[in-house]
């Protein structure tokens, strides 16, 4: 049936090709009489998942032909919204709220064009067809209007209410959390309508805010029974009789440098230095396909998850903790198997010989970054004592991220180097400090060593031909960098070479602007203009790393691409990947890179939305007091304020009471009409803390003078 739709499908989409009946359409491919219902099957599903149309008067066509277009629909909370094409060379389309019908939050869709781009405007469209509903079960908050109730939607991109009849409540009270399952879908000019199926609390209740994110955006938080059964099957131990069957690094001095508080740890490193001042860095990757094999009910929900998902209070693992934080983990001074990768590196940064294997470890020491950090940069005496047979090997691992830093930049590759928000809660959830995580030598230690060892396997297994998951990121598009382009003008800034940009044109104007009030904003604008970096099937070069290979293979624990390229490494390292397998890979790869870039999308929008609610939770502490900020954005609406620890908050244009103030678009400010008051990106100001809402994610200030 799959080849069969794809020669339907691609017959359809010709040139030559005219709008055809039913019965036109099988006479023109000769389809016998005994397969016409297989035919009309195919058609049927090739309709259903937005591949054809068909129009009113029943003809087959392709979209494009039809001016229409399949993809993602992405609301937003003011109640327009884009839907994302599926195919990665069309631009988003804007749909009005009048041009919705009907459609949800992250429904597939199809989509008329209305309106062609034009200019820095996108094509605008209206959706005439809801192929696939992707919330049939929706997280809010419950009240009640007389005879009937209605649930709000936590998540700020679905809109509208969900009615629930009095009967379907389960007893709910107001402004408890509760999941609704809906049984109508929404109408224009109708609200959707459902039963309540799960409470999950009070909206005060310890952890419900966290828990209600991750029934928001679908993160299975509890594993399925047949998967605990699998974990009781796993040893607590290594088994004596496989160590034969791998090279044994036990006496090798290896290490991990991880948080303070990380459980699952993938990697560990080791260094040495061999003849000719060749540094011998050895990266060694917990062997978790040794425990997850193919098609077992762990390993079909380890692919369901795609990845760990990470929040100030909790962790949702790709994996069962007896894995994650266990048998998988290289916990200090256990024998683990693990996945190696020698590379012998010379003094320029270039991986002159290679080996890649499976092995048997046992690591001398848990480090933290922050201990490797005081000893590095702040010569930490007790630590240096306590840690003394490893300080030659970390200072060699010093020089050595320095020497591979050096060259990913004279080659090009962007380093953003964003100071990341660490939030820390008490034991009920609550945020009790927000504060700037800065990334230290310890961590481009690590960074500058995965990056390497991920270049080397993706290279390596490139040239064997063989199919593997790629992690690609495309050439950004020139009309954003156009848009950019004009955005960096009013700070002195110009990108070069647009045309056919090259990565190095981008790092340049963030070395130019290091330092600068405007450098974060300039950065996080740059990145927005940037493609999004993805899992594919096929082989392309990384734009961001200007890396001509790459693949994701240092974190099988928390990511399911990791997982099964060390599936595919194994089997072609053991001599068993033969034909049969090459099909099956080639089969299932491209649907795996999907689904995986999708629930690595999914991962970040509920972090994302996390931390947003506990920034707001926070500053509802500090309402009425005074901080000083950088104006990090302007819009026509007001400004954008962003404080010390990275909290954001909006300085409504309403508020701004002295003068009646006018958007300059082209040059990125606020004017006063009379004073002529000028507020640009990157100027400091004072603001006072107005409101604070977790439930919205919205922080307000007002600007405010000395006193």
Known sequence: ????????????????????????????????????????????????????????????????????????????????????????????????????????????????????????????????????????????????????????????????????????????????????????????????????????????????????IIKAYNIPAEFPDEVLKDVEKVPEKISSGEIENRRDLRNLTAITIDGEDARDLDDAVSLEIIDG??????????????????????????????????????????????????????????????????????????????????????????????????????????????????????????????????????????????????????????????????????????????????????????????????????????EKMEILNKFLFNFGYKIKGINKIHPRALQDVIEKAKGSPQARMIGTMMLRSLQKARYSFEHDHHFGLAAGYYSHFTAPIRRYPDLVIHRIMKEYIKGVFDETRNEHYSEILPEIAKHCSQREKNAEEAERDCDDMKKAEYMKSYIGEVFTGIISNIASFGMFVELDNTIEGLVRLSSMEDDYYRYDEKHYCLIGERMRKTYRIGDMVKVLVIRSSPETRQIDFALTDEK
């Open 277 to 478: 001042g060749i540094y011998r860095l050895g990266v060694h990757i917990a062997d978790v396909t040794h425990y997850v094999t193919e098609g077992s009910a762990l390993d079909k929900e380890a692919l369901n998850r795609g990845t760990s998902v990470y929040f100030p209070d909790r962790v949702i693992p790709m994996l069962p903790a007896e894995l994650s934080n266990g048998i998988c983990s290289l916990n200090a001074n256990e024998d683990r198997f693990a996945f190696s990768v020698i590379m012998d590196i010379d003094n320029l940064g270039r991986v002159v010989n290679h080996d890649i294997f499976e092995s048997v470890i046992n690591v001398s020491e848990r480090m933290t970054y922050t201990d490797v950090y005081n000893i590095l940069e702040h010569n930490d005496k007790e630590l240096i004592q306590r840690y003394k047979p490893l300080i030659p090997m970390l200072e060699q691992m010093k020089d050595l991220a320095l020497i591979l830093g050096k060259k990913r930049k004279i080659r090009g590759a962007i380093d953003f180097d964003f100071d990341e928000a660490k939030i820390i809660v008490d034991e009920n959830g609550k945020p009790i400090e927000i504060k700037k995580y800065k990334i230290t030598i310890a961590n481009k230690i690590i960074e500058e060593f995965m990056l390497l060892c991920n270049e080397t396997v993706s290279e390596h297994f490139y040239w064997l031909n063989i199919p593997f998951v790629y992690r690609i990121h495309e050439d950004p598009d020139i």
């Open 1 to 212: 049936m799959k080849d069969r739709k794809t020669r339907i499908e691609a017959f359809i989409n010709q040139k030559s090709y005219h709008p055809l009946l039913f019965d036109e359409l099988a006479v023109v491919l000769d389809v016998p009489s005994e397969d016409r219902e297989l035919f009309r099957c195919a058609l049927e599903e090739l309709e259903a998942e937005g591949r054809i149309i068909k129009t009113r008067k029943n003809r087959y066509a392709a979209l494009k032909k039809m001016g229409v277009v399949a993809g993602s629909f992405q609301g937003h909370e003011r109640g327009f919204g884009f839907v994302v094409p599926d195919a990665d060379d069309e631009d988003d389309l804007f749909i009005s709220s009048e041009n919705i019908n009907g459609a949800m939050h992250g429904d597939r869709v199809l989509v008329r064009i209305t309106k062609h781009s034009s200019g820095e405007k996108s094509a605008e469209g209206e959706i005439i067809k809801i192929l696939l509903r992707a919330n049939k079960r929706v997280v809010g908050v419950f009240d009640r209007s007389g005879s009937f109730g209605f649930v709000t939607p936590d998540h700020r991109k679905i809109k509208g209410d969900i009615f629930v009849p009095i009967d379907k409540t389960m007893g709910a009270k107001k402004h408890q959390k509760v999941v609704v399952e809906i049984t109508r879908w929404p109408e224009p000019n109708r609200n959707a309508e459902g039963h309540i199926i799960e409470i999950l609390g009070g909206e005060g209740d310890k952890g419900v805010d966290v828990l209600s």
